[in-house]
């Protein structure tokens, strides 16, 4: 069975404090490993999917990478609108599903 | 704007009272789904469709009906709702090639008593 998990489960920053939350998997196949951050009180929003071990993206603050194992979202100085959950979720090359990690939820404090 | 938009926001049940959330996107995408979210479990997949009256079953599909009778329509069908669906609610569309992540809806917030 597929299974995604985040840690740490919260984490406090000062802005400008870089850290890295990390996500966990098990997938007999993987065919996309996939970030999203979550507003209180809004949908996910999709940041960036990754599809094969070694591959990098960025987005302002944000760099995600992956292993064979495990993938990490790098946080380089965080500033307060950077405070959500982010959420990971892998795809398994057989199926359509989706599997959601439960989240890290970050507070960047000024 | 590109969205997905679910309907109502709000929506509070009694048991056994045949409800219906409404989904629909404006950007012709492929793959729509339905997810639930409760604390401590996270996102979990009800069901998905890749295309017109092209469904299948996620993680936790007992209790819940879907259909795609249109490309831009997935509604999600309780039939006799109980107290353990209390919950919230979202929808999600993509376009095919996984390059493009999901769209969510703004979520449903369900409660049954």
């Known amino acids: 069975e597929d299974q995604v998990t985040q840690s740490p489960e919260a984490l406090r920053l000062q802005e400008g404090e870089s850290s890295s939350l990390n996500c966990s998997y098990t997938?007999?196949?993987?065919?996309?490993l996939f970030w999203y951050r979550q507003d209180p009180g809004k949908g996910p929003e999709f940041l960036f999917t990754l599809y094969s071990a070694g591959e990098e993206k960025e987005k302002e603050r944000l760099k995600a990478t992956l292993t064979k194992k495990e993938s990490f979202l790098h946080i380089t100085a965080p500033k307060p609108e950077d405070s959500a959950t982010y959420l990971c979720?892998?795809?398994?090359?057989?199926?359509?599903?989706?599997?959601f990690g439960t989240g890290t939820r970050l507070l960047v404090s000024p | 704007e590109a969205q997905v938009t679910q309907n109502p926001r709000y929506l509070i049940t009694v048991t056994g009272k045949k409800l219906t959330v409404t989904c629909s996107q404006n950007m012709n995408h492929e793959y729509m789904s339905w997810y639930r979210q409760d604390p401590g479990l996270g996102l979990r997949q009800i069901y998905y469709s890749m295309n017109v009256e092209v469904t299948d079953k996620g993680d936790v599909p007992e209790g819940y009906k879907v259909s795609r009778k249109e490309k831009r329509n997935f509604p999600l069908i309780l039939e006799s709702p109980s107290p353990n669906q209390t919950s919230l609610y979202f929808c999600?569309?993509?376009?095919?090639?996984?390059?493009?992540?999901?769209?969510f809806g703004s979520g449903t917030r369900l409660t049954v008593v």
């Open positions: 997938v007999s196949g993987l065919r996309g």
């Open positions: 999600a569309s993509r376009a095919q090639g996984l390059l493009y992540g999901y769209t």
């Open positions: 979720a892998v795809q398994n090359t057989g199926f359509q599903k989706l599997v």
